[in-house]
Antibody
């Protein structure tokens, strides 16, 4: 059973870089077929997808955050990481890592499918001086 | 469009059936996945694909899709189903993941 665990500082100063790591256990990032993702949730608000990385290193980011976000992978440690630069108080949130599966296109409907599972427990990052 | 729209709040009487909806243009090509989130906890996948439940999710949870609307139905709602529910899909370009704003379900 694959499990994900976020780690990193819980407090970051404004204008600095937020850095988090997600450690994957029970399965290998290198096995392929999954997109390793970061999602955040501002206090009392909904979920915001930040971006994902494939084990090969290919990434895709939320356009609204693209200029500030870097996601990287370390297959030797079975980890992937998030860096968010020039943070402000608006970046205070619970940050989750999750595994995204994109399934095959449904033969009958032609629909595509995808889902996030499992999720890490989340880590609260507060941006404050 | 990269938006998924959900009603902010829905209520249901204990044991009754409730439908939570998610609307968006991309839902004409992509199935939604649904997540349950209880206070202080990470989201949990409850429905994915056409109508698939992960292991451990009760069969009172089901999903459906029609046109630009995806629905999560809870048949015989229980007190423990009280939570926030989020839909997720890709945007119309197929590259970006998006979440609905969430629906707070109250079981009366």
């Amino acid at each position: 059973q694959v499990q994900l665990q976020e780690s990193g500082p819980g407090l970051v100063k404004p204008s600095q870089t937020l850095s988090l790591t997600c450690t994957v256990s029970g399965g290998s990032i290198s096995s392929g077929g999954y997109y390793w993702s970061w999602i955040r949730q501002h206090p009392g608000k909904g979920l915001e997808w930040i971006g994902y990385i494939y084990y090969s290193g290919s990434t895709y980011y939320n356009p609204s955050l693209k200029s500030l976000v870097t996601i990287s992978v370390d297959t030797s440690k079975n980890q992937f990481s998030l860096k968010l630069s020039s943070v402000t108080a608006a970046d205070t949130a619970v940050y989750y890592c999750a595994r995204l599966t994109r399934g095959d296109r449904d033969f009958w409907s032609g629909y595509f499918t995808g889902w996030f599972d499992p999720w890490g427990q989340g880590t609260l990052v507060t941006v404050s001086s | 469009s990269s938006e998924l729209t959900q009603d902010p709040a829905v209520s249901v009487a204990l044991g009754q059936t409730v439908r939570i909806t998610c609307q968006g243009d991309s839902l004409r090509s992509y199935y939604a996945s649904w997540y349950q989130q209880k206070p202080g906890q990470a989201p949990v996948l409850v429905i994915y694909g056409k109508n698939n439940r992960p292991s451990g999710i009760p069969d009172r949870f089901s999903g459906s899709s029609s046109g630009n609307t995806a629905s999560l139905t809870i048949t015989g709602a229980q007190a423990e189903d009280e939570a926030d529910y989020y839909c997720n899909s890709r945007d119309s370009s197929g590259n970006q993941e998006v979440f609905g704003g969430g629906t707070k379900l109250t079981v009366l």
